[in-house]
């Protein structure tokens, strides 16, 4: 039934700043605070209270115009979005309506058939967020509501796309790639639970084959990718359902409940004119020249598909590596130093996206927390090259490091891991083991090849590990076919 049908999505991404202070006001937006400790008459809408635009959020706005191949706009204007909440302490919302900082932008992400797609980015403009309204959050308030104002006035840009996406996964693949742009700039911390980066989704379905688009839903405030996806999905399917029964969509604003996966409604859209929008008479408009452009733009990091081909190109490392590696900018940094230490590009990449991974996934701790530096890491990868350490002993080495922050050096010398490479002493290990095992030895001769497994890990037994391995196979070799 829902092949009958093609889905149209647009979506509306709301990416907190990572500024210091509030977007009209010297406010911290410092998150967790005791409600209400970070609010001054300008955030709290008093009345004489001025507005001053800070500097800083205009920089970030066009570092992610600029990220996001966007018209930086020459003027732009500041607009109050007049509506009434609990939580909006002035009654409307500092915002941009007509003239955004930013516009007819695309992001390129690829499909679930794995061709690229280019999704139009409408506008991107700057606003201030409301405050938090908190409904019997406690057993004291559990026939309350509270509001806490730390949240009015910090800053955020509105990233509005074209309805240019088909499917929940592509809307997905959006998501994903424009979150990572944005705590790549060092723009947003990117945190979905704490409300950073969340997500308006406007989801209608039309025919196939017809041109003119379907009546919208809006699916407010999702911060989760599964929530998003799983949002998407159960209303394409209600909207479906209601058409194939006789019905018609309406169009409104809907919650989703991540209990019941289910959407409910919880008002009519509003249209623009609802909000009675008007230039702003407290800020005047916004110029921007080249120079200011230019100079934000020599801060612009490398960006992860240039660092991904980059990873590719000099470390000679597959893209599926690369890929992994450039997903979070601070992994693709821990990597990046380490392959400039060591040297080899394959080599770091397996250490990162093995062992090194797994300790950030069985502890549970950031990326910037790793006890293992990446000096650490590639001064371990040496000992490999030069024979000092096995690479199963390299592992030993590398849990040691993690548990005590010791360097490899350190660790070989205090718990006397160093490589057996004593032609000698390792012959002397193999002709014991053979005159131990002389049925597998004639097992071996009968052609038995498997049995030299035997052998290579009595052997290292024999040296706790410490055998050269490939010197170990070769004696073996040579003593069992001589």
């Known amino acids: 039934m829902i092949s009958k049908y093609e889905t149209v999505i647009g979506l509306e991404v709301h990416v907190q700043l990572t500024t210091d202070t509030k977007i009209f006001c010297g406010c911290s937006t410092r998150f967790g605070e005791a409600p209400n400790s970070q609010t001054c008459p300008v ?20 570092l992610t115009g600029l990220a996001t191949n966007c018209r930086i706009a020459p003027r732009s204007i500041f607009a109050r979005k007049n509506y009434f909440y609990p939580d909006l302490p002035k009654g409307y919302q500092i915002s941009q309506y007509e003239l955004p900082i930013c516009e007819h932008g695309r992001l390129d992400i690829e499909t679930e058939e794995g061709g690229p797609k280019s999704i139009g980015i409408t506008r991107i403009h700057m606003e201030e967020d409301a405050g938090k ?68 989704a406007n989801v209608s379905v039309r025919p196939h084959g017809q041109a003119r688009f379907g009546t919208r839903a809006e699916i407010k405030n999702i911060n989760s990718f599964r929530f998003i996806k799983q949002a998407i999905e159960y209303e394409v399917e209600r909207q479906v359902d209601l058409i194939e029964d006789g019905g018609h969509v309406v169009q409104e604003t809907r919650l989703f409940d991540p209990d019941t996966g289910m959407t409910r409604s919880m008002r009519s859209k509003e249209e623009a004119h609802d909000y009675r929008y008007f230039p702003d008479p407290d800020l005047v408009p916004l110029v921007i020249k080249e120079d200011w452009i230019e100079r934000v733009r020599t801060r612009m990091p490398e960006l992860p598909e240039a660092k991904m081909e980059r990873f590719m190109r000099d470390y000679k490392i597959p893209a599926y590596d690369a890929e992994v590696l450039t997903a979070d900018r601070l992994l693709a940094e821990y990597y990046d130093a380490c392959v400039k230490l060591h040297g080899g590009g394959k080599v770091c990449a397996n250490w990162v996206m093995g062992e090194v991974t797994r300790g950030f996934n069985e502890q549970g701790i950031a990326i910037a927390d790793c006890p293992v530096t990446p000096e650490m890491l590639a001064g371990m990868l040496k000992r490999i090259d030069d024979n000092t350490i096995s690479g199963k002993i390299a592992k030993k080495v590398f849990d040691a490091m993690w548990s005590t922050g010791k ?11 160093k490589q057996v490479t004593d032609t000698g002493a ?42 050269n391995p490939g010197m170990v196979n070769e004696l073996l070799r040579k003593k069992l076919q001589g």
Not at 409 to 414: L, N, R, S, W, Y
């Open 426 to 467: 390792i012959e002397a290990m193999v002709d014991e083991i053979l005159a131990a095992n002389p049925d597998q030895v004639e097992e071996f001769r009968g052609g038995k090849e498997k049995v030299l497994g035997f052998f290579v890990g009595q052997v290292m037994k024999a040296s706790k590990g410490k055998a």
């Open 407 to 417: 360097d490899a050096d350190t660790i070989i010398e205090e718990q006397g891991l």
């Open 43 to 62: 955030c709290l809408g008093l009345p004489g209270a001025l507005p001053v635009l800070n500097k800083k959020v205009v920089d970030f706005a066009i």
């Open 133 to 200: 309204s908190m409904h019997g959050e406690t057993p004291e308030t559990a026939n309350s509501s509270l509001v806490d104002l730390n949240r009015a006035c910090t800053p955020l840009l509105e990233i509005v796309s074209e309805p240019d996406m088909r499917s929940a996964d592509e809307a997905i693949a959006y998501l994903k790639k424009l979150h990572q742009i944005v705590v790549y700039l060092g723009v947003c911390d990117g945190s979905m639970e704490q409300g950073s980066f969340r997500c308006d």
